[in-house]
């Protein structure tokens, strides 16, 4: 059920109902690396030894990279609603463990962005 | 607001709420469903169900003051509070409290690690801090101690130790709430206490004497609910110098029986880590004709189980034994170890493990060299988080059973096959059968595993478990062996099963917590302690 409604969610999502609506400063990806490293690493870090990299792959089998700092294809609203809805056995996150603006700057992180790529390297 | 705690009104919750927000900021009061989703048990088998346990509410304090504000603004309206320090227990219930519409009070940010001390040995924490975070300070600060840590290292030292959860270094230090040294603690009134020398104003030896004067209340605090945890002391292990591992086999079934009393010498004399047991021959699984063996009802003969293990040239038990401290004491526990099973058990081999000098480099972290099949997982054994070990969550989670039971060899073949005869009506996984091995986690004390997972969209496969869940209590407390912790939904039942003298024991509690707690608003029902208010319900409660 709760699949479908998040699949339902990220259909309707467009850039403009990004995860940055109250006024804050503007998501900053450097920061949002930081957010990764505590957060996501444990899980989503390079190697199979990560449980969520090792899930991707058997998941994407080769279509997608299972890294998500890999990914061009994710946005902020995507970031904010796995983190914040979970999805099969990974638990969401509170906003006691990643504040709003610190999830922006996740999503500002993951998403394609030609410089933070680079940098991502 | 979908869900308020009952007999409380709209109008007192959103008036508690509005005061809560005033006393720590309206930024730290969640009340919409999307903020309060993340508070629901992502593993619960009644997921959207009636029965699934919801909060009304979360507030994040700060500090103590705040947290006495949040006690005292509940106790004007009645509401019940349940208390998380990462809210990370999945497997038995999450972050969900015992009684829907409750208000978590989510102590996540209140996360300082307030002494790390390798002089004499011990940490002290708040609620907040993580198994990564008391990892990360240790070392920022060069500290010469292991921390001892579960598995998925995003738990917490305080959220852990009260639900009394295990690690996986020696004896004395994988007991969680064992090794606790100190509590401070908000009463259900909003006073602070401090247990043992904590008590004592100006004492410095607070993690060093857990006991202080007269009774000691610190076990009320674990799996209870007489207050609200905000700090607590650790006992920590020097970092030893070296770290040595060895595997020793057994052929025959009956041989695990002086295997297991071997194993218990040298774990009680303080020589041995984490012991890991196992069968080799559950590599047999796999095939229908061992298969129907291993889970044959009434249980395989030794005969039978030892012709098959012969027949495989596999022997039938094993033990994996770590040995940690300078180099040559450890070379000498492995020797002593090795010479006292080989020379008592026919047939039994002995294999030399790894060793290397401490800390390990990531290879030995990730226990890939060794000269033998290894079961142990090295990052708990070298008490280094991660959150590898989720790698084993199946489906959406699961829930957990984990019986203790003797630390002797017969207690294990009757659990395999009372528990297999038991379960075998529910279309699940083997989890109890003839190469089912114990696990040596608490001080003192088997376990053996159940742990049933959890399909978000298949509610009959949940049902399933649940049934099953509850008749796995139910036999193994008719053969002595209980439950050491569960989730909000089980609970009752578990209790229910701690009966001795017709209850006494949950009385002599009730009667504490009425007189600790008379409006009954800390965790209600946590660890099957109703207070009086809700305590008519508990047989609604126990089987509904
Ligand atoms: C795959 C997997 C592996 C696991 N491995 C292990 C393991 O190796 N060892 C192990 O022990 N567990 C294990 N668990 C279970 C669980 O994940 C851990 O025990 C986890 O540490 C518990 O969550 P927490 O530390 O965030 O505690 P919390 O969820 O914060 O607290 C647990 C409970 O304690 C009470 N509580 C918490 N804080 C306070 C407070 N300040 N005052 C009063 N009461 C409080 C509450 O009732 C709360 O529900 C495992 C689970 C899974 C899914």
């Given at each position: 059920?709760?699949?479908?409604?998040?699949?339902?969610?990220?259909?309707?999502?467009?850039?403009?109902?990004?995860?940055?609506?109250?006024?804050?400063?503007?998501?900053?990806?450097?920061?949002?690396?930081?957010?990764?490293?505590?957060?996501?690493?444990?899980?989503?870090?390079?190697?199979?030894?990560?449980?969520?990299?090792?899930?991707?792959?058997?998941?994407?089998?080769?279509?997608?990279?299972?890294?998500?700092?890999?990914?061009?294809?994710?946005?902020?609203?995507?970031?904010?609603?796995?983190?914040?809805?979970?999805?099969?056995?990974?638990?969401?996150?509170?906003?006691?463990?990643?504040?709003?603006?610190?999830?922006?700057?996740?999503?500002?992180?993951?998403?394609?962005?030609?410089?933070?790529?680079?940098?991502?390297? | 607001?979908?869900?308020?705690?009952?007999?409380?009104?709209?109008?007192?919750?959103?008036?508690?709420?509005?005061?809560?927000?005033?006393?720590?900021?309206?930024?730290?009061?969640?009340?919409?469903?999307?903020?309060?989703?993340?508070?629901?048990?992502?593993?619960?088998?009644?997921?959207?169900?009636?029965?699934?346990?919801?909060?009304?509410?979360?507030?994040?304090?700060?500090?103590?003051?705040?947290?006495?504000?949040?006690?005292?603004?509940?106790?004007?309206?009645?509401?019940?509070?349940?208390?998380?320090?990462?809210?990370?227990?999945?497997?038995?219930?999450?972050?969900?409290?015992?009684?829907?519409?409750?208000?978590?009070?989510?102590?996540?940010?209140?996360?300082?690690?307030?002494?790390?001390?390798?002089?004499?040995?011990?940490?002290?924490?708040?609620?907040?801090?993580?198994?990564?975070?008391?990892?990360?300070?240790?070392?920022?600060?060069?500290?010469?101690?292991?921390?001892?840590?579960?598995?998925?290292?995003?738990?917490?030292?305080?959220?852990?130790?009260?639900?009394?959860?295990?690690?996986?270094?020696?004896?004395?230090?994988?007991?969680?709430?064992?090794?606790?040294?100190?509590?401070?603690?908000?009463?259900?009134?909003?006073?602070?206490?401090?247990?043992?020398?904590?008590?004592?104003?100006?004492?410095?030896?607070?993690?060093?004497?857990?006991?202080?004067?007269?009774?000691?209340?610190?076990?009320?605090?674990?799996?209870?609910?007489?207050?609200?945890?905000?700090?607590?002391?650790?006992?920590?292990?020097?970092?030893?110098?070296?770290?040595?591992?060895?595997?020793?086999?057994?052929?025959?079934?009956?041989?695990?029986?002086?295997?297991?009393?071997?194993?218990?010498?040298?774990?009680?004399?303080?020589?041995?880590?984490?012991?890991?047991?196992?069968?080799?021959?559950?590599?047999?699984?796999?095939?229908?004709?061992?298969?129907?063996?291993?889970?044959?009802?009434?249980?395989?003969?030794?005969?039978?189980?030892?012709?098959?293990?012969?027949?495989?040239?596999?022997?039938?038990?094993?033990?994996?034994?770590?040995?940690?401290?300078?180099?040559?004491?450890?070379?000498?526990?492995?020797?002593?170890?090795?010479?006292?099973?080989?020379?008592?058990?026919?047939?039994?081999?002995?294999?030399?493990?790894?060793?290397?000098?401490?800390?390990?480099?990531?290879?030995?972290?990730?226990?890939t060299t060794q000269p033998y099949h290894s079961l142990i997982r090295r990052n708990g054994a070298m008490g280094v988080p991660s959150l590898g070990i989720w790698k084993i969550v199946r489906d959406n989670g699961h829930v957990g059973f984990f019986p203790v039971l003797p630390r002797s060899g017969e207690a294990c073949f009757d659990?395999?096959?009372?528990?297999?005869?038991?379960?075998?009506?529910?279309?699940?996984?083997?989890?109890?059968?003839?190469?089912?091995?114990?696990?040596?986690?608490?001080?003192?004390?088997?376990?053996?595993?159940?742990?049933?997972?959890?399909?978000?969209?298949?509610?009959?496969?949940?049902?399933?478990?649940?049934?099953?869940?509850?008749?796995?209590?139910?036999?193994?407390?008719?053969?002595?062996?209980?439950?050491?912790?569960?989730?909000?939904?089980?609970?009752?039942?578990?209790?229910?099963?701690?009966?001795?003298?017709?209850?006494?024991?949950?009385?002599?509690?009730?009667?504490?917590?009425?007189?600790?707690?008379?409006?009954?608003?800390?965790?209600?029902?946590?660890?099957?302690?109703?207070?009086?208010?809700?305590?008519?319900?508990?047989?609604?409660?126990?089987?509904?």
């Amino acid at each position: 059920m709760r699949v479908l409604t998040l699949i339902a969610a990220l259909a309707m999502a467009t850039p403009a109902t990004a995860a940055t609506e109250r006024p804050a400063p503007r998501p900053d990806p450097a920061k949002g690396a930081a957010v990764f490293a505590k957060w996501c690493a444990p899980c989503h870090a390079p190697g199979m030894r990560h449980p969520g990299t090792a899930a991707l792959a058997a998941k994407y089998n080769g279509q997608l990279p299972p890294e998500l700092e890999r990914r061009s294809d994710l946005t902020p609203d995507m970031v904010a609603l796995y983190v914040r809805a979970g999805i099969s056995l990974m638990a969401p996150f509170r906003k006691t463990e990643i504040s709003d603006p610190q999830l922006a700057d996740l999503g500002a992180y993951l998403s394609p962005r030609p410089h933070a790529k680079g940098a991502r390297k | 607001m979908a869900v308020l705690p009952p007999g409380v009104s709209a109008a007192d919750f959103a008036a508690a709420l509005s005061q809560m927000a005033t006393a720590l900021g309206a930024d730290w009061v969640f009340s919409s469903d999307d903020d309060l989703g993340p508070y629901r048990d992502s593993f619960s088998p009644v997921w959207d169900t009636a029965r699934e346990r919801r909060a009304g509410a979360a507030v994040a304090p700060a500090d103590v003051a705040q947290v006495q504000s949040v006690v005292r603004i509940a106790a004007r309206y009645g509401i019940p509070l349940f208390p998380i320090s990462t809210g990370k227990n999945f497997g038995y219930g999450g972050p969900s409290p015992n009684v829907n519409g409750s208000i978590v009070v989510d102590l996540k940010r209140m996360d300082r690690v307030i002494e790390v001390n390798d002089q004499r040995h011990f940490a002290l924490v708040e609620p907040g801090v993580s198994y990564f975070d008391l990892y990360r300070a240790v070392q920022e600060r060069g500290a010469k101690v292991w921390i001892d840590c579960p598995d998925p290292g995003w738990g917490s030292p305080v959220g852990n130790a009260l639900e009394r959860g295990v690690g996986y270094t020696m004896g004395h230090f994988r007991d969680h709430f064992g090794a606790h040294c100190g509590i401070e603690a908000v009463l259900p009134n909003g006073e602070v206490v401090r247990t043992g020398m904590g008590a004592l104003p100006g004492s410095q030896s607070w993690q060093e004497y857990k006991y202080g004067f007269g009774p000691d209340p610190a076990g009320l605090f674990a799996q209870g609910n007489f207050g609200i945890v905000t700090k607590m002391g650790f006992r920590l292990m020097p970092a030893p110098e070296h770290y040595r591992s060895g595997l020793i086999t057994v052929p025959r079934r009956r041989d695990f029986v002086a295997l297991v009393d071997h194993v218990n010498y040298l774990s009680d004399s303080f020589m041995v880590g984490e012991a890991v047991y196992g069968s080799p021959l559950a590599s047999l699984m796999g095939r229908p004709d061992f298969l129907a063996l291993a889970t044959k009802p009434g249980g395989a003969s030794d005969t039978d189980l030892d012709a098959a293990a012969s027949a495989a040239g596999l022997p039938s038990w094993q033990v994996e034994l770590q040995f940690y401290g300078p180099e040559a004491a450890t070379a000498a526990q492995w020797a002593y170890a090795r010479d006292r099973i080989c020379s008592a058990i026919p047939g039994a081999k002995a294999v030399a493990g790894e060793h290397f000098s401490l800390p390990p480099t990531p290879d030995q972290l990730a226990n890939t060299t060794q000269p033998y099949h290894s079961l142990i997982r090295r990052n708990g054994a070298m008490g280094v988080p991660s959150l590898g070990i989720w790698k084993i969550v199946r489906d959406n989670g699961h829930v957990g059973f984990f019986p203790v039971l003797p630390r002797s060899g017969e207690a294990c073949f009757d659990m395999q096959r009372v528990m297999c005869d038991a379960l075998r009506e529910f279309p699940l996984p083997p989890f109890f059968s003839a190469v089912t091995a114990p696990l040596y986690w608490h001080t003192f004390a088997f376990q053996m595993v159940f742990a049933p997972s959890v399909k978000r969209d298949d509610p009959a496969h949940n049902a399933m478990v649940d049934r099953a869940m509850r008749k796995a209590v139910e036999v193994a407390a008719k053969h002595g062996w209980g439950d050491y912790r569960a989730a909000p939904i089980y609970q009752d039942a578990v209790a229910d099963t701690y009966s001795f003298g017709d209850h006494a024991l949950r009385r002599m509690l009730e009667s504490m917590k009425d007189a600790i707690d008379p409006q009954g608003i800390i965790a209600p029902g946590r660890g099957g302690i109703w207070p009086r208010r809700y305590r008519e319900s508990r047989d609604g409660r126990t089987s509904a």
